[in-house]
């Protein structure tokens, strides 16, 4: 019998619990990730915690080192880690739809080994029976003026340095933006000592408190979520840090580096009142206003994309159906690419692309039972998205000259003159002559807010693009998904093995460091040979 | 006050962490393993070391290697992600920046003004 190979991108909670799962179902499975270890952006843990020391800053990890060390020993299981997949080539007839002709998933490119953006990394190809992407989602920032000052990051790098590193960002930091997750960045913070001054949700009352407090019933089923949401705020209880509501941070001052914040109340739609302005003095502001996810490998997979209305999150995301296989056949996709919904909704959505990849059963009962509470993830994303829009007023916060991109330091007039004239308006032409998006980050950061801003200046949709209808101008089409150096991209690229091969055993030139930590070793939890069933990878005690 | 790193749980006074030293610029700054470059740096007391094209300083943003905001060039690699490369002891890192000579000065279209690419742009 040859079994089915399942590639698996991002060991983040979706990635790890869709290897699980294929494992389960009997197919060999190669799990890759930049990153050293597995996690993804959730379970960030200091090196030395991962090694077997639990440190204090991380809640019930228990169940995700077993989930973990499951993957990681099992024998039909090769992990990349270090390795970045930095290109899909599809197979298909080149003018057909995506995927069509061989039904083969696209060719996976990857990088291997050695530290981030090193040189001398290895290139090789993979070509397996089924992908599954869960490549998760970055941090949304919308600009302010001063938001590129040092001091002045992410929520999401508040998070991962003090999760990661046990390195807070100041001690008199305030927390912006919008969303749940500005609870528990502030409670980390608070956790490991950082003073927090306050923590600002631009949402209004009656938007965020009529969408958290409706249909109860829907929340118990994200018991595990709604729990962790109700410690962070009872950390910011327990310190006194005021959270306000409609109120958000409308601009950053300070001479090389962050040195105060200006607040300012806003109406339901995010107009900033005027005359409620206060200044508050910070070492670091923390901002964060939702999700965009990274979707250059479903893209260049050619995956159909859903657009969200106005407002209701960073979308676009992978369309997927009941069983996570997105329009390219072969492919699923799982976890925040899918919507933002956290980890419990995204080791789910893992659980049952795995499955389906490996070509598991339809017909286990533990299937039917991870897709009801997948489906109950995906009301709670939907609910997530209804509590915390995007206000449609916050370019009112804007000035002339507040940096917009912030590689090219394009600002917002010149924006506005570009897409005032219709000459410019096109979204190729405008980011030509603003250079908006052009720069390292190749739009990863304003991708977003550049389209949306196009949108509201009268100068046509924002164009997000599907598949379907390549528009060439989505913010997230990049032909490269992860940089990667001229010398390596001009070295032939070594093939993994055949299918019946696993990689560290194919005789093949090795990822440096990679073939070690792929050696199957210590005990292993299901049998490797029978197919068992998906297990709910949702775990109680597994939070934050 | 800056940002400061605090000792693992359970050794307060760092014991059990194992120390390194990296060079910035050349002049040495300790930190100890498991550290980001980008984390070395901040523990050091230090937010920005690189400037976008206006001159102006920049440091840490994203925290994850999407936003380039926070290059360096390490061993003599341009371009490497601060908050993603692991220290090492005995890197030695220089800052690097993308400022162009005066404002407003020519940019070609795909290389950064100081000459070089920068990272997934030469290519992209
Ligand atoms: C910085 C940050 C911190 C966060 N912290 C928390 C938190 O503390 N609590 C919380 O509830 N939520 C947090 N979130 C939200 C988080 O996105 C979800 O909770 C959850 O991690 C999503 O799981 P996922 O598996 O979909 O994606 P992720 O966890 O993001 O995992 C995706 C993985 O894919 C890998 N990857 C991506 N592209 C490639 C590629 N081309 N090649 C190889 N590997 C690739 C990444 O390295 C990553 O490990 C955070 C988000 C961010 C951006
Ligand atoms: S801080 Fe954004 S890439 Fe390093």
Partial sequence: MTRRHVAVTGAGPAGLAAACAALAAGARVTLIDSAEQPGGQYHRMPPEASAGHPGGLRHGRDAFLRRRSRVLT?????WLPETS?????????????????????????????????????????????????????????LPFPGWELPGVCTAGAAQALVKGERLVVGDRVVVAGTGPFLLAVAASLLEAGAGVREVLEAGTFPTVGRNWLSRPWELAAQ???????????????????????????????????VEEVVTARLRPDWSVVDGTERTVPVDALCVGHGFSPRLELPLAAGCALRDTPAGAGAGPFVVVDGEQRTSVPGVFAAGEITGVAGAPAARVEGAVAGWTAAG??????????????????????????????????????LRQDTVVCRCEETDYGTLCAAFGDAAQAAPRV????????????????????????????GAGPAGHGTAAEPPGHTPHRRPLAQPLRL????????????????????GGPKPPGAADRTTPSGPVAESPEAPSSPTDPSDPTDQR | MSPRRLPARGTADGRGERPLRITVDGR??????????????????????????????????????????CLVTVNGDRDVRACLRRAADGDEVRTQSRTRPGTGGSRSADAGADGYPEHGEATG
């Fill in chain 1, 74 to 78: 099992h024998p039909r299981c090769t």
């Fill in chain 1, 85 to 141: 997949v930095w290109a899909l080539e599809r197979t298909g007839p080149a003018d057909g739809p995506p995927g069509a002709g061989s039904g083969a998933p696209p060719r996976v490119h990857l990088l291997c080994g050695g530290p981030a953006d090193g040189s001398g990394r290895t290139r090789r190809t993979l070509d397996a029976d089924a992908l599954v992407l869960a490549t998760g989602a970055h941090d949304r920032v």
């Fill in chain 1, 223 to 257: 018991l595990g979520k709604t729990a962790e949401l109700a410690g962070s705020a009872a950390a910011l209880v327990r310190h006194r840090v005021p959270y306000r509501l409609g109120r958000t941070v409308v601009e950053a001052r300070g001479d090389g580096r």
């Fill in chain 1, 360 to 397: 598991g059963d339809h017909a286990v009962p533990a299937l039917r039972v991870l897709r009801r509470s997948r489906d109950e993830g995906r009301a709670f994303a939907r609910r997530l998205a209804r509590a915390h829009p995007i206000g449609a007023g916050w370019p009112g916060w």
């Fill in chain 1, 430 to 457: 405008a980011r030509l002559s603003t250079r908006a998006g052009l720069g390292p980050c190749q739009a990863r950061v304003c991708g977003p807010t550049v389209a949306e801003l196009r949108a509201r200046l």
């Fill in chain 1, 487 to 506: 010398g390596e991209l001009a070295a032939a690229p070594v093939p993994f093995g055949s299918p019946e091969e696993t990689p560290d055993r194919s």
């Fill in chain 2, 28 to 69: 040495p700054v300790d930190g100890v393993a498991g550290q980001t470059v980008a984390g070395v740096l901040l523990a050091a007391g230090r937010t920005a070391w690189r400037r976008g094209p206006s001159g102006a300083a920049r440091g840490v943003f994203c925290g994850i290697g999407v936003c380039f905001d």
